[in-house]
């Protein structure tokens, strides 16, 4: 399992908020809510796209765990030790030869094009994937709460006076959460990572 970028994951057990954090503390909190709670139904969420996450909960905690982390990388062409991964680029000829007449190779030229591009990721399309996320987790755990459809709209429009009123009677984990999802300090902004 590949985790994002921010590599945070939230658990609920219901509307009670279990963990916020990286993915083998969330994983071993929940297992010790199930062992608690045998009938409990716990849904994790990946902060950064908002989806619900499945994974597999049997077995002992460290088999648990083993599952879930990153493959050990093959050796192979590129500098893996630096964290390079080769894949291959299909480019136009003119891209090529643009690339070509760069003073460093190709391949750092590429690098320093993206990093430039999420360092100038714009603050909008930050706010609009929090928001993305925020209702996809809305969607999962509120949408049968009372004033659902019109804190959606409140959401996705931005009337966050609005939106807090919409939500102001709801669980207050689910509500917390939901307020922090969508906060312009939330760690789960895009720009971070």
């Excluded at 982390?69 to 291959?88: H, I, M, N, Y």
Aim: proline fraction near 7%; glycine fraction near 6%.
């Amino acid at each position: 399992m590949e985790t994002t970028s921010t590599e945070l994951f939230t658990a609920f057990s219901g509307f009670a908020h279990v963990l916020t954090g990286d993915l083998p503390a969330v994983l071993t909190r929940v297992r010790e809510h199930l062992l608690r709670e045998k009938s409990a139904q716990v849904l994790i969420f990946d902060d950064q796209t908002g989806k619900q996450v499945d994974f597999d909960l049997r077995g002992t905690l460290e088999e648990v765990l083993a599952r879930v982390a990153p493959p050990t990388p093959k050796r192979g062409p590129g500098r893996p030790s630096l964290g390079v991964v080769c894949r291959e680029v299909s480019l136009l000829p003119k891209h090529w030869e643009w690339l070509e007449s760069q003073p460093a190779r190709a391949s750092g030229t590429l690098r320093r094009l993206v990093d430039a591009a999420v360092k100038n990721e714009s603050a909008a399309s930050g706010s609009r994937r929090r928001l993305e996320a925020a209702g996809r987790i809305m969607w999962s755990l509120a949408g049968n709460l009372e004033g659902f459809e019109e804190a959606s709209r409140a959401l996705y429009s931005r009337k966050w006076p609005d939106f807090s009123a919409r939500i102001a009677s709801w669980p207050e984990d689910l509500r917390k959460h939901l307020e922090w999802m969508v906060s312009p300090a939330s760690p789960v902004s895009p720009a971070q990572g």
